[in-house]
């Protein structure tokens, strides 16, 4: 594996290009009504950590009946899914604290 040097937020366009600006302005420009939309994005993320947490039960379940004797494997199951209904847990405050700065700005 080797670093090639870094790039931007945008994607592979690299910090150090020599392109110019109206060329890169160009590449970073949405077309239309491509890809999914935001609430297609969130419910497949709520959808990753409803999996996540499905797997981590399972894993349990087969190191409790003797099935699987990895206990690494299951600790990391649940460490994935934790992981994942935290990040979940804090963005729905972020988004609840966010809504109701916006409610209590005057107009």
């Known amino acids: 594996?080797?670093?090639?040097?870094p790039v931007s937020a945008f994607g592979a366009l690299p910090l150090h290009s020599t392109t110019s600006s109206t060329n890169?302005?160009?590449n970073i420009k949405p077309q239309g009504n491509e890809g999914p939309s935001f609430g297609d994005r969130v419910n497949d993320a709520i959808n990753n950590v409803a999996q996540s947490q499905s797997n981590a039960?399972?894993?349990?379940?087969?190191?409790e009946t003797?099935?699987?004797?990895?206990i690494a494997s299951v600790m990391v199951e649940q460490q994935v899914a934790s992981l994942g209904f935290q990040m979940t847990l804090q963005v729905r405050n972020k988004?609840?604290?966010a809504y109701r700065d916006i409610m209590n700005m005057p107009v």
């Open 1 to 5: 594996m080797s670093i090639t040097g």
């Open 95 to 97: 988004a609840l604290s």
């Open 66 to 70: 003797g099935k699987t004797d990895d």
């Open 24 to 26: 890169l302005t160009q």
């Open 57 to 63: 039960a399972d894993a349990a379940k087969a190191y």
